[in-house]
Structures are given as structure tokens and as C-alpha cells.
């Protein structure tokens, strides 16, 4: 194996920003590598919405910036809970022979991180009467586990202070997901080392656009509400900036809102159980069965179904799946055996090519560059080659409602050049 130092790195880049910016670097110095590889979503992200941009506007900005190259996240993964998310991007990154999984963090060191993970994976007899009896006393999944995780270390004699910095820890999204890197590395058992980068500006939902550091969230929400472009240049990297204002518009969740509400009612004509999709449990199924529609907006449909046990995000990720048809049968065809079954490669850049002979060399899946050689390379893995068409219809989906709203045809998955820079 070619032990070329790489840092791998988990993200959405929804957009990129100088946040992104400073990660990357950091885990450079960090790791001392020479590469970076990063693991990017799909069409549809994680906390249960479109992507404001399509995978390969994001893929293009991430290495315009200063990423090596960028493999995809299909969007039964990119579209899931934390634990899921995490399992497949470090068993991607991990499969390609990587040693550095660098995440951002908010106040929390690597130990700390690890040692909340391995408290979780063990999954004790204690543990899970706590969790399950917070959950029947309607607390969301995230309040729950937080619970039952400070219930463990309270017996096992930790002091309050303590306690309660952890139970602070797995209260930021950054440090759930690096949690649950953590966890995923462990339980796959892979030779991947987590390096942390304490996140730099704004808090993760911070609306407000700042000096240097901006959210994602407060990016996403200037552009789409067509504010003062300008004001992004102190806060994303020049080459960012000058894609995603001046060649592609942004894509809302409110353009879908429809296509979800004829989805539902689609699915309630045909008697389909809406309990038989991905995160959607049998009183949620009902909920949204019951008041279908029609809504204004993405936000107004989720706060119709947004009850103390479901988070806004599980609500959001639950339609975003009845949309996708992911169901739970389905996420456990992809779940099983290897997590991450080939690595589809959307871009790299030009001056970082003997990269790509080195993750050739160190990888024990396939690597896909061009889609339509996919059936040809995954012929004998039947579950593999539906994970991608999976990503083929989310793609499609995404790119025939940024048609509805911006009047661009894009490309389809199959008809994608690689990006290369």
C-alpha cells in the first residue's frame, strides 16, 4: 500500500464557505498530508432538504479552493440520520485507503470524541433503559441519548462537571457528527485516524452573515432570498464566491414542497403505507397521511407534522425519503455487507493527478469515473448497482425541479463529465 499522507473529510459544502476553508487546511497541517479527499452528499443532504446546489456545482467549488479530488455520497446515505451519514463516508474514505478523517468540532478534543463514541457503541443493558425510557416519555431520539449516555457516566463515578460537559458535547450538530465518525470507525474497525478542528466564526445555525465566518445556513439564506450578493465576498473563497453568484442560482426546499404533497397523495391512492419508507415511523406515517397538504412552504409542511418526540430535521428527512422512495427495505440491503460498495468519483484536480494512482493502488472497492461504466464494473453486485441508480433517480428528481425554477436543464448522472480543474 502507498502511504502518500491524505486527509479525508466528510462534508456537504451546501455551500462552500471559508469555514470549509479553514477545516482544510488546518487538517493538512494537522496530518502533515499531502492530499485531500473529501466525501461529498449527493443532490439531497443530511439534515433532510435538497441541496441548495447540485452535487458536481459543489464538487467544482470545493476543489476550485483547494480539494484533490471528490468521490459522492449517494443520497439514501446523504439523505440519512447522523449514524448513517457517518457509516457511509467513513467506510468510503476508509476503502480507498486513507489514513486522516478530519471533522470539525465545537469546544471538544479527539479524546473526548472517542471516548463519548465507544460509551455509545457499548450499548450496555443500563444504556438502553435510559434511552428507552426517555423515549416513551416523549423526548426526541437526540434528547434521549444524551440521557442515557450522562445516566452511564454518572455511574461509572464521573464528576458533574464532567457529566455535563458531555452532555454540552452531543448537544451541537458538528460534534454529533464527529461522534458519530468516531463510532463508525470503530465499529467497522478501520485503520482511519480522526484528527478534530475546533470550527472557527459563527454557530452552525447562526442566520446572521458575518466579517469572516458565515454558516451555511445564513449563506443559504441571502442567496435564495435574493439579498446583496456582495456581502458573501469577506466570507467565502474567491472562487466560491464567483460560482456559486454569478453562474448558478440556488436551488430552495420550497421548490419541492409540491412535488412532496403529490408524492403523498400518489402513494395514498395506490394504498401504499407511508410507514414503509426510511425514518418514518407508524404515528409519523399517520400524521402525514392524514394532513397531506397542500402547504406553502417545505418549513410550513414540517412544522404540520413536528411533534416533541420528532425533531423538525427527522420530520424534514422522513418526506424528503417518501419523495426519494427510500425505504427502510432498501437501507438495509445497503447497509449490509460492505457500507460503502465503490467510490464514484465526481472530480479532481489536474496538478493532484498522481493521486488518483495512488487511491487506485490502496482501494479494495471499485472507483467509478464515468457512470456509464458503472453496470459493466458492478455487474455482480446487484445491491451496488442499485445504490447508484438510487442517486440516478434523486439527481434526476433534483434536476427536473431546479428546471421547473430556474429554467436550466442540467445533465443527468449518466450524461456528467468529471470535473476537473
Not at 498522481?354 to 479494495?364: P, Q, T, V
Not at 433534483?398 to 430556474?406: A, E, K, L, Q, T
Request: a neutral charge.
Amino acid at each position: 500500500m502507498n502511504r502518500t499522507p491524505i486527509a479525508g473529510i466528510v462534508a456537504e459544502y451546501n455551500p462552500f464557505h471559508n469555514g470549509h476553508l479553514y477545516q482544510m487546511q488546518e487538517a493538512k497541517i494537522l496530518t502533515g498530508a499531502k492530499y485531500t479527499v473529501v466525501a461529498l452528499s449527493g443532490h439531497f443532504v443530511e439534515r433532510g432538504e435538497p441541496a441548495a446546489f447540485d452535487t458536481f456545482t459543489r464538487a467544482r467549488a470545493a476543489l476550485l479552493c483547494g480539494a484533490d479530488a471528490v468521490f459522492e455520497i449517494p443520497a439514501p446515505f446523504s439523505s440519512a440520520s447522523a449514524g448513517d451519514f457517518a457509516s457511509y463516508g467513513v467506510s468510503l474514505l476508509g476503502s480507498l485507503g486513507i489514513p486522516f478523517i478530519s471533522c470539525g468540532v465545537e469546544n471538544a478534543g479527539t479524546d473526548e470524541i472517542m471516548k463519548a463514541a465507544s460509551l455509545l457503541n457499548r450499548e450496555t443493558h443500563s444504556f438502553k433503559s435510559v434511552l428507552q425510557e426517555s423515549l416513551k416519555n416523549g423526548l426526541s431520539y437526540p434528547e434521549a441519548r444524551s440521557r442515557a449516555l450522562t445516566a452511564e457516566l454518572i455511574r461509572s463515578g464521573a464528576d458533574g462537571k464532567t457529566v455535563q460537559h458531555f452532555s454540552d458535547l452531543l448537544s451541537t450538530p458538528n460534534n454529533i457528527l464527529a461522534v458519530e465518525y468516531a463510532r463508525a470507525i470503530e465499529r467497522q474497525r478501520l485503520p482511519l485516524r480522526l484528527v478534530t478542528v475546533n470550527r472557527k466564526g459563527r454557530e452552525h445555525t447562526d442566520s446572521e452573515i458575518g466579517r469572516e465566518f458565515s454558516s451555511s445556513l445564513s449563506i443559504r439564506r441571502l442567496l435564495l432570498s435574493g439579498g446583496d450578493g456582495t456581502l458573501l465576498k469577506d466570507v467565502i473563497p474567491g472562487p466560491a464566491f464567483d460560482l456559486i453568484t454569478k453562474e448558478y442560482a440556488p436551488l430552495p426546499a420550497d421548490a419541492f414542497t409540491g412535488s412532496v404533497t403529490r408524492r403523498i397523495l400518489d402513494l395514498k391512492h395506490e394504498g401504499r403505507s407511508l410507514s414503509d419508507f426510511c425514518d418514518v415511523s407508524t404515528d409519523m406515517a399517520d400524521r402525514i397521511s392524514a394532513a397531506a397538504g397542500p402547504y406553502r412552504t417545505f418549513g410550513e409542511m414540517v412544522c404540520a407534522f413536528k411533534t416533541k418526540q420528532y425533531t423538525s430535521t427527522r420530520i424534514a428527512r422522513a418526506l424528503m425519503h417518501i419523495l426519494l422512495g427510500i425505504t427502510d427495505a432498501s437501507m438495509k440491503t445497503f447497509r449490509s455487507g460492505r457500507t460503502a460498495p465503490y467510490a464514484r468519483l465526481i472530480g479532481f484536480r489536474r496538478s493532484s493527478s498522481e493521486l488518483l494512482g495512488i487511491l487506485k493502488e490502496n482501494s479494495c472497492i471499485p472507483i467509478i469515473s464515468k457512470a456509464a461504466d458503472a453496470g459493466a464494473i458492478l455487474k455482480e453486485n446487484t445491491a451496488a448497482l442499485s445504490l447508484l441508480s438510487e442517486e440516478a433517480h434523486a439527481a434526476d428528481l433534483w434536476n427536473s425541479v431546479y428546471f421547473d425554477f430556474c429554467h436550466v436543464k442540467l445533465p443527468n448522472l449518466f450524461e456528467r463529465q468529471i470535473v476537473i480543474v
